[in-house]
DNA sequence: TCACTGTTGAGACGGTATTATCATTTTGGT
DNA sequence: ACCAAAATGATAATACCGTCTCAACAGTGA
């Protein structure tokens, strides 16, 4: 009725841990299939989906890009989008003057930014 | 073979140039019917998508939604999405040091910001 | 090791957003 | 007003994601 230790389960913790970076669903199906090689999609997003309910993973949505998925628990922070290899990276810091943007009578209750480019592996 | 003035295309311009914040397909099939009320999806699908590819439009992404249309030439700014009503407005300015958010070799090209809470309507 | 039951993989299925098709209507120029 | 071509609307067809089904498999406690 719960959580059993499975080749499977410990190949796609392994890919997020080692990964440092938001990853999609294909992204850690094809890094958990290292560990684990006959691992199906079906079985990424099954597991992807429990671990996001059970508190453990967060689910990080870029405008036009499907899902990634990162470790919770991580102090507040935003994202990198490599135009070139389409990964995801995670930032430090947090700009100033956001508080100043909202139109009066609007309540603020978070925000995201995303910076677009290259990253250091592209753009050399 | 080229643009002809209709009356749907009439309507689809006056829904975006009155709405004032960038609208989805939805969005605008609903406020064009009221000039053109026969209106199919598939007419304002094909005149969103050609007046964008025209140059005249501006698709506006946002994480986990469907895109939302503005004019084109606006300047620079960013968006609030209401978590009540779902309405995506426009902010005018921008945060202060993004630039010092980016990583060692990564080059920054472009950025997007996007607020989230309730609109002065839905938070009274 | 055995048995029970959770887990998996492959493919079917469903939901949603967008595009293609095509018969009919509308527009713009003459 | 007439006509050729563009535009439209209804609906079918795609495309994409993610979930469900189910027979076979594998983890866990006894």
Redesign the interface.
């Known amino acids: 009725m719960t959580k059993r230790d499975t080749q499977q389960r410990r190949a796609i913790r392994a890919a997020i841990d080692d990964a440092n970076r938001p990853l999609s669903p294909r992204e850690v199906l094809e890094s958990a299939r290292q560990g684990s090689p006959g691992l199906g999609i079906a079985t990424v997003y099954r597991t992807l989906k429990s671990w996001v309910e059970a508190g453990g993973l967060t689910q990080v949505?870029?405008?036009?890009e499907p899902?990634r998925y990162e470790a919770t628990g991580k102090q507040h922070h935003?994202h990198?989008h490599c135009?070139s290899c389409d990964r995801v990276?995670e930032?430090?810091?947090?700009?100033?003057?956001?508080r100043?943007?909202?139109?009066?009578?609007?309540?603020?209750?978070?925000?995201?930014?995303?910076?677009?480019?290259?990253?250091?592996e592209c753009?050399?």
Chains 1, 2 share one sequence.
Do not use: I, M
């Open positions: 949505d870029l405008p036009g899902p935003h990198f135009r990276y930032l430090q810091g947090c700009p100033e003057g956001l100043s943007l909202t139109p009066p009578g609007f309540s603020l209750e978070s925000h995201e930014v995303v910076l677009y480019g290259r990253c250091a753009a050399s």
